[in-house]
């Protein structure tokens, strides 16, 4: 038998880079300190444009640049041009939780053919308008479809599944309460 060195790539994910992150930050917890900022302006009727310029990890200043439209559907007063922050707010859940499952497949050693998530939820329109007080303005559940395909077993995955509804960022955002310190400037 040929012995074959071990891979140091799985999923797109450097295990080796991911290996040394998570002993530089066990090392030195500031390194592992990631601030993240948002600005968003107003475009007229319910169309909003967010720009992310940079972000902080371990205390430096990373550039970044990008653009994030929102817009609501026409049934919602909108123009129906952007995804609405709903849709973005899932998607970012999504996104994230994608994360996990791909680096928690790759540092196992699985290789996936296959990672969907499926996402919804339910608003009760009443809330955000302001109609009935008893009805929250925002979800009271979201409901979320893994598909993992490739060469893990049942029990592979699940393991995957339990370890990023434990430590995936967002999952702990939408799960928990997180307080929010708004100011009128």
């Known amino acids: 038998m040929i012995d074959t060195p071990p891979r140091t790539t799985i999923n797109g994910i450097d295990l080796e880079a991911i290996e ?6 066990q090392t030195n917890a500031a390194c592992g300190s990631a601030a993240f900022r948002v600005r968003t302006e107003w475009k007229g009727q319910t169309r909003s444009e967010s720009t992310v310029e940079s972000f902080t990890c371990a205390g430096e200043a990373i550039r970044r640049s990008f653009t994030i439209v929102s817009d609501e559907p026409r049934e919602l007063l909108g123009t129906d041009s952007a995804p609405n922050p709903q849709e973005l707010l899932l998607s970012a859940l999504n996104a994230c939780m994608m994360v996990g ?3 928690q497949a790759s540092v196992r050693g699985i290789t996936l053919e296959d990672c969907r998530i499926e996402t919804d939820g339910e608003l009760d329109l009443r809330g955000f308008l302001g109609l009935d007080e008893d009805v929250p303005p925002g979800y009271r559940r979201i409901n979320y479809t893994v598909y993992l395909e490739g060469d893990g077993t049942p029990e592979q995955y699940e393991e995957i599944h339990q370890a990023v509804m434990a430590t995936s960022p967002n999952y702990f955002n939408l799960a928990q309460p997180v307080q929010m310190c708004g ?3």
């Not at 040394?20 to 930050?25: L, S, Y």
């Open 183 to 185: 100011r009128l400037a």
């Open 101 to 103: 499952y791909v680096a």
């Open 20 to 25: 040394k992150m998570a002993a530089t930050i």
